[in-house]
């Protein structure tokens, strides 16, 4: 059970790439919406005076991303008991 939990953590951080990859592409949530991608998308057409509006919810990916693989690493760490002893 404990491997089911740490691979699910760990295949979120791929799961928020691929649909804000979607978003970014505009294949995934429409504009009544507000999604990361669409976020990067609209910002990407400022990007050479206006860099916030794409770099902050890039950085939010990325924290969003690293957090839930270090979550699941903890986890990892914390279920496996087998080697404690190593």
Known sequence: M??????????????ILIGA??????LGTQPPKSDLGTMISYGAQY???KWWPT???????LF???G??????GLRDMLDVETEGI
């Open 68 to 73: 839930f693989n270090l979550l699941g690493d």
């Open 21 to 26: 990859g979607l978003s970014f592409l505009g």
């Open 55 to 61: 770099v902050f919810p890039s950085f939010a990916i």
């Open 64 to 66: 969003l991303i690293l």
């Open 47 to 49: 990007l050479p005076t």
């Open 2 to 15: 404990s491997a089911i939990i740490v691979k699910t953590t760990l295949d979120v951080g791929f799961v």
